[in-house]
């Protein structure tokens, strides 16, 4: 059987916003969210993904490293300013990842963007095996 | 969740299963169906499990669903083994409101809004990647943590003046500058003196209703008064900030040995490392908070000038007062007939004193301290004073603002199809936003009608009404 994509949905929440993902597998997970994240953030369609770079991260367990996978996105965005667009997760276990990432330097000429995220909370936050792979939930701080 | 009427105004969630106190929330009969829909009640209860909370975990009208706290959540806890949790004091360290007034009239101003904005638009940064002017090096950054508003005015933002109306003076001390990340540091360096997204807004308005003309007086407010609010945070820094420590307090409460029914009301006790560490670092946010809004009220004075081409002292901005609504404070009130000094977490809460609390200017001292409640965009906002009820019932605390009634989502929704900046120009509010969508995410029937709020909290006696400000109009993120 042919495995599913890697998709997100949103979750309503009334004052901030949050998603829910769906994915074959764990790093389909932490991709997925990393597009759901920019794409509340901006308009990806807009964006060319001209500069890359190598993310490491390290976290106390797959749950914390979901978050602060996001979270140094996001910091990344909000210091650097580059919109990020394509994510690969080259290595995964639970508590490490590494990743090459792709966006482009903010230009607010050429791009929309749409909202600030404060932060990746802990709240509601879960990652799990599904029966056809991985679901994960996280809400962000807006 | 069971909820029982104390007053017609009051309801409590009683004492059960891990709770050390009971919960207690500030709404009317009306209102209350609603809160009980959302999960905020459940996260008041889930409040009253935290180690050395005394009397209530309380919540405000305007609770709605928070992270670990409910926003609208005010908690108070024993120095001696009480506990503080960076989940009580929210991610926008010092999100806080500053009302000026001026010397013009709604009549003068109205047919020169749209210049007004324009100008307001360009001088203060709004919006995601907006940087200020000011870019900071981390060493002067460390200035702004230890000093605030303080070294706002040194810099030549505002005067001297105006630092005797903003609560703490607009410099808290014990700020550490030393427990601060690197991260937080680059966070905020080049966001001094910017309004950000979302809900956060500067908006040109006039005194449209006149509730307590005493206090008024005192406040120096009249009919048709041009005021200005400004509504902003800590930004990137208090963001970063209050994550940094979220991860300190997961590994606390292991530490500790702290039980919690929710994770994101990781806490520590106040006295231990971790607890004063947050603290050193909070302190540092709240002063950033304090320096960002009288930078920006200095250039919102210049855009003033350059706008309507008078003087400064013709247009004659002066600040009314200035609140914090997200902050950890310590404070000495009276419980069961004793002085007690406490950690009071107010999220999406304000500070309301009574008349005769030496914490406020010796000008006000006859009527309370002002408490400043935003409303939506189209509607209006509130000037409150405290009172001796918020004294003894709420550790001298009340309301915040309106809170969503829908989410960003729906909002958007609600708007397609419709221009809500051309709809609100019509209502004779011209609005400037770096995105369109923020406009759209903040119509006003996003928000629930903040006259509601401000009623039940003067009906419970928790704070009382001086005026009521209507917007001409406003920029945002």
């Given amino acids: 059987m042919q495995k ?23 790093k389909g997970v932490f991709e997925s969210a990393a597009q759901g994240l920019f794409d509340l953030i901006a308009n990806l369609d807009r964006v060319t993904p001209t500069s890359r770079r190598q993310i490491e991260i390290e976290a106390t367990d797959r749950e914390a490293l979901l978050v602060t996978w996001l979270s140094e996105l996001n910091y990344l965005f909000l210091t650097e300013r580059v919109i990020f667009k394509k994510f690969q997760i080259t290595t995964l276990d639970e508590c490490a990842l590494s990743a090459l990432v792709a966006g482009e330097p903010l230009d607010l000429e050429k791009h929309e963007i749409y909202t600030e995220v404060k932060a990746v909370t802990y709240h509601g936050l879960y990652v799990k095996e599904a029966d056809d792979g991985c679901e994960a939930q996280v809400i962000f701080d807006l | 969740m069971k909820l029982r009427k104390v007053t017609d105004y009051l309801w409590e969630i009683p004492k059960e299963g891990g709770m050390r106190v009971p919960a207690r929330i500030y709404a009317t009969a009306k209102m209350i169906d609603a809160i009980r829909n959302d999960n905020a009640p459940v996260q008041a209860a889930n409040v009253a499990y935290l180690p050395g909370i005394v009397k209530y975990s309380l919540a405000m009208p305007d609770i709605h669903w928070g992270y670990g706290f409910p926003i609208g959540g005010v908690a108070a806890f024993d120095l001696e083994d009480g506990v503080i949790s960076p989940g009580g004091v929210g991610y926008d360290i010092n999100c806080g409101v500053r009302l000026m007034a001026s010397r013009l009239t709604r009549q003068q101003i109205q047919p020169k809004i749209k210049q007004l904005v324009n100008s307001l638009f360009k001088h203060v940064p709004t919006g995601v990647g907006s940087r200020g002017d000011l870019r900071l090096t981390h060493e002067a950054e460390k200035k702004v943590l230890v000093q605030g508003a303080v070294w706002a005015v040194k810099h030549g933002y505002g005067t001297e003046a105006d630092l005797e109306y903003i609560e703490e003076n607009g410099s808290t001390d014990a700020a550490d500058t030393t427990v601060v990340s690197y991260k937080a540091l680059e966070r905020g360096r080049a966001q001094l003196g910017t309004l950000g997204s979302g ?17 008024a007086r005192v406040l120096g407010l009249e009919l048709d008064q041009v005021t200005v609010i400004i509504h902003c945070g800590s930004r990137g820094f208090g963001h970063q900030v209050c994550d940094d420590y979220l991860t300190v307090m997961n590994r606390a409460v292991q530490k500790y040995g ?85 950690c009071v977490h107010r999220k999406g809460a304000t500070r309301a004193f009574a008349p005769a609390s030496p914490d406020i200017p010796a000008a006000y001292r006859g009527i ?13 906002s509130y000037v409150l004073v405290g009172t001796q009820g918020a004294m003894r019932d709420t550790f001298g605390s009340t309301c915040h603002g309106a809170g969503r009634a829908m989410s960003r989502h729906k909002a958007r929704k609600a708007a397609r199809g419709r221009s809500i900046a051309s709809e609100l120009e019509k209502q004779g509010i011209y609005v400037q936003a770096s995105s369109r969508r923020t406009i759209d995410e903040e119509i006003p029937e996003a928000y629930k009608d903040v006259a509601s709020v401000v009623d039940a909290c003067q009906l419970a006696g928790i704070s009382k009404k001086v005026v009521q400000l209507k917007p001409l109009g406003c920029i945002k993120g």
């Fill in chain 1, 4 to 26: 599913r994509a890697s998709r997100y949905v949103p979750v309503e929440h009334t004052a901030d916003a949050g998603i829910k993902i769906f994915a074959p597998d764990l």
């Fill in chain 2, 368 to 380: 309370g301290q002002p408490v400043l409640i935003p409303g939506d965009m189209g509607r209006y």
């Fill in chain 2, 258 to 342: 702290i039980s919690l029914p929710d994770r994101q009301l990781c806490c520590a006790p106040i006295k231990s490392p971790e607890g004063r560490e947050y603290l050193g670092a909070m302190r540092c946010a709240v002063n950033f908070a304090f320096a960002n809004r009288q930078v920006i009220a200095s250039w919102a004075g210049d855009a003033f000038q350059e706008a309507l081409r008078m003087s400064p002292n013709e247009i004659g901005l002066r600040v009314v007062y200035e609140v914090v609504h997200n902050i950890a404070k310590f404070e000495t009130h009276e419980v069961d007939g004793e002085q007690m000094k406490l």
């Fill in chain 2, 199 to 215: 809900n956060h807004f500067l908006e040109v308005g006039y005194v449209a209703e006149i509730c307590d003309e005493e206090a």
